[in-house]
């Protein structure tokens, strides 16, 4: 079990960028495949992006893929999310997950929430128009 907080929500322009970040602690980091989800008022969770325990695969939702960017530090522990280009529709909820696994560069690609383990409280992120 990992316990992971994020940071770096805010209130931005659309066009504009948020970096996110997600410290873990309590497990070691580079056994878990790392994701980031966001939840929207009156939506449900949805995948947002993924990085294998290496750093080597990442994957992502279509909606983000070309503005946003996944990577990890295992000698710091921690998950980060750069997001550019931003629009109101990225507006929401953004939580950093985790789920074991023994692959070490690539990762099984299942995006649904059920699959990551531990979970952190979520930051919000708001992109006006």
């Known amino acids: 079990q990992v316990q992971l907080v994020e940071s770096g929500g805010g209130l931005v322009q659309a066009g504009g960028s948020l970096r996110l970040s997600c410290a873990a602690s309590g497990g070691i980091f580079s056994n878990y495949v790392m994701g980031w989800f966001r939840q929207a008022p009156g939506k449900e969770r949805e995948f947002v992006a993924a990085i294998a325990r290496s750093g080597y695969t990442t994957y992502y939702a279509d909606s983000v893929k070309g503005r946003f960017t996944i990577s990890r530090d295992n000698a710091k522990s921690t998950v980060s999310l750069q997001m550019n280009s931003l629009k109101p529709e990225d507006t929401a909820v953004y939580y950093c997950?985790?789920?074991?696994?023994?692959?070490?560069?690539?990762?099984?690609?299942?995006?649904?929430?059920?699959?990551?383990?531990?979970w952190g409280q979520g930051t919000q992120v708001t992109v006006s128009s």
């Open positions: 997950a985790a789920r074991g696994s023994v692959m070490w560069n690539t990762m099984n690609y299942d995006t649904r929430p059920g699959e990551y383990g531990d």
